[in-house]
């Protein structure tokens, strides 16, 4: 990096919150004093007394009806965040093969462990450039197609869409997703994620919403005799989830702050409204880098750019790593692109908690800085 000269941006140019971070993202200052608010009747008390149920409860509904779940489907939760999800799937969901989109560090992520499984064939995998998304390729040898909903790395977004038959399950990667981005929930069978993204909350719990053939297919693992670890057992997590109860213990502040979200979101329309927010937010960040001379979206297809993670490339004359350097000694935080990319990028959070007049805000901002660099 180059050096990092002085610049102060002056304080009327400036966001009311300077987090952008892609995860974990902006946490929303009134549920941390809601959650406060329940410092002696609800943080430190037992997960399996009613009040912390009451809490998962509100959290299940909640999702159930933020994500618009169709008759039948589940919402089942968990600790380990969506990593850890990644390992209960490779153990209790794909049967014998899968296919996978890889197309960024989170997609190839989950592909590379299920290759790695043992019990597993080997997964058809389609790969396709950062900034990009290959298409599925169906075929009648697998029974699990697994994709992200966004990948978080490249600020590349899919449209989910069911691809094979009946016993083919449909499983979306929707971390930086849920809550943020409108899709239509037939078409998928596991949408699964981690609350530290678009929930605006913490991590460490996986929450998923699953349809009834996925539910009959753990059903089914779980009576065969493939050995599951205990705390990756999808059945134990489905059976704990009905009593509104995780296995073991769950980051009970995590739980508080991602139902506070969804709540919010609900009570003010729902997915239209969250996702709207999000939207709004990116077009007022993609519309500002297209007008820009220094900027430019680095999706170039504009159906994958991403509406919760922006990446702007910059010109070779602007050292992005010294613009996300000043802009954080100036209370703008995590703005910087996803290091194994290694582009000369910003990476901006887009989640519907972030305020849309703050990505403005953030815009002209940037323009101060390029133009005193
Ligand atoms: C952040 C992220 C993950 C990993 O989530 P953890 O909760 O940290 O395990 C997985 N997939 C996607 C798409 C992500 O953005």
């Not at 009576?223 to 997590?237: E, F, K, N, T």
């Not at 739980?255 to 990116?282: E, K």
Request: hydrophobic fraction near 40%.
């Amino acid at each position: 990096m180059n050096a990092v000269p002085d610049i102060t941006i002056p304080s009327d140019l400036l966001p009311a919150d300077g987090r952008f971070n892609s995860g974990p993202t902006k946490v929303r200052p009134e549920a941390l004093d809601a959650l406060r608010a329940r410092a002696t009747d609800y943080m430190g008390t037992s997960h399996r007394q009613l009040p912390v149920q009451l809490v998962v409860a509100e959290l299940r509904n909640g999702i159930a009806e933020l994500l618009r779940a169709p008759d039948g489907y589940e919402i089942v939760l968990g600790n380990g965040g969506s990593t850890g999800f990644w390992d209960c799937a490779t153990f209790g969901l794909i049967e014998q093969r899968s296919h996978h989109l890889s197309f960024g560090e989170f997609s190839s992520k989950f592909a590379k462990g299920v290759a790695a499984a043992p019990h597993l064939d080997e997964p058809s995998i389609s790969e396709s450039e950062p900034g990009t998304h290959p298409p599925l390729d169906p075929a009648a040898d697998v029974d699990a197609y697994c994709y992200p909903h966004n990948e978080t790395s490249t600020g590349v977004m899919v449209e989910p869409v069911r691809a094979g038959g009946d016993d083919q399950l449909m499983m979306l990667d929707a971390t930086s997703a849920a809550g943020g981005l409108m899709f239509d929930a037939t078409a998928t069978d596991v949408y699964y994620f981690a609350p530290q993204k678009a929930l605006a909350s913490d991590g460490g719990l996986w929450i998923a919403m699953m349809s009834p053939a996925a539910i009959e297919r753990i059903e089914r693992i779980a009576a065969s005799d493939r050995w599951v670890p205990p705390s990756l057992d999808l059945m134990i997590a489905l059976d704990n989830s009905r009593k509104d109860q995780t296995y073991n213990t769950p980051a009970l502040a995590t739980v508080f702050l991602t139902a506070n979200t969804v709540s919010w979101f609900n009570d003010n329309g729902g997915l239209s409204w969250s996702a709207g927010r999000s939207n709004q937010s990116a077009e007022i960040l993609y519309g500002w880098a297209e007008a820009s001379d220094a900027a430019s979206p680095f999706v170039q297809i504009e159906e994958q750019r991403s509406k919760v993670v922006g990446t702007i490339d910059f010109d070779d004359a602007i050292d992005a790593d010294v613009l996300v350097e000043v802009l954080r000694r100036n209370g703008i935080l995590d703005t910087g692109g996803y290091r194994k990319l290694g582009r000369n990028q910003l990476r901006i959070g887009l989640f519907p908690a972030i305020e849309p007049s703050d990505v403005e805000a953030l815009t002209h901002c940037i323009d101060h800085v390029i133009g005193a660099l």
